[in-house]
């Protein structure tokens, strides 16, 4: 079976575009990753794609006057490369509903909450300053309202006492990179699909799976 083309976007370090790019390194999985695009020059995650032989390329979104100039340089990248799916992997610019509406159920986003809650930055400290147990993180579909598009999977993780926002996002950080290439798979093979706006999992979890926290005590 073909793999589906897949870009990847990036602003920085790149953590989550490595955990994608070693889950496609095995020839089984469905999605190959032909490009890496980032928006800042000198972004850590492009050396990561260079270190995996693939095209690294860099659209500075400060080289263009305008939002649109930015994104048709960025689009005509992609189709340069022949891209059908592009992966948001920690990419930091917000994208215009014109550009969005061009990748309409092709374009995944991760973000470090369990959305709705805690769209936008600094996710952690508003989750710790909220209280919440539980957290962590979520792919969805990109839609033109940020972080707001269909939910394809979310990890939970407990939040511990004496967790501050740093130690929060790392074991966040952590459910990330195992969240994010299992959705990209379940996407790419069209185990998850878009019905009514609702994302269906062919392979969902176990229905006795639980997370509790406070643990009950037996
Ligand atoms: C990740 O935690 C990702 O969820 C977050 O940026 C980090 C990028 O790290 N994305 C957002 O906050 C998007 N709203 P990485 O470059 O190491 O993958």
Redesign the pocket.
Known sequence: MARVRTGVL?S??????QALLDAAANPDFPAEIVCVISNRPGAG?LARAEAAGIAALTVDHKAFGTREAFENALHAELQNQGVELVCL??F?RLLTPGFVNRWTGRML????SLLPSFK??D?HQRALDAGVKLTG?SVHFVSAEM?AGPIIGQAAIPVLPGDDADAL?AR??GA?HQLYPECLRQVASGEARLEGGHVILAHAAAPQALLVNPPPRS
């Open positions: 990036i920085g370090r790149g953590s989550n575009l995650g992997a920690g930091m986003n991760i973000h470090p936008g930055v996710t993180a972080d996002a966040v950080l990330e």
